[in-house]
């Protein structure tokens, strides 16, 4: 079973607000399901490369990789702020 689009939607809001309180920013709701949708992706593509099984229908481990990937793009975008 697939989840829907508004599934996403909560995955990737949870997700950006976690990722918003492990690095300490402070952002609005649209900005932390962008971040959280775009951590999904690159937490999903990790979990790919590292044999990590992505079980897509898994509410809880899809948060727990979207979160890990919104935390690595909001590390690297602060690397890149400072610059």
């Not at 649209?30 to 229908?57: D, Q, R, Y």
């Not at 690595?72 to 610059?83: C, D, E, P, T, V």
Request: proline share 1%.
């Amino acid at each position: 079973m697939e989840m829907g689009i508004i599934a996403w939607i909560i995955i990737g809001i949870v997700a950006g607000w976690l990722a918003e309180q492990i690095m300490g920013r402070n952002h609005g709701l649209v900005v932390n399901l962008v971040v959280g949708i775009a951590g999904a992706v690159i937490g999903g593509w990790l979990a790919g490369l590292t044999g990590f099984p992505v079980i897509v229908n898994a509410f809880v481990t899809s948060i727990i990789i979207a979160t890990i990937g919104a935390v690595i793009l909001l590390y690297l975008l602060g690397l890149m702020k400072r610059r």
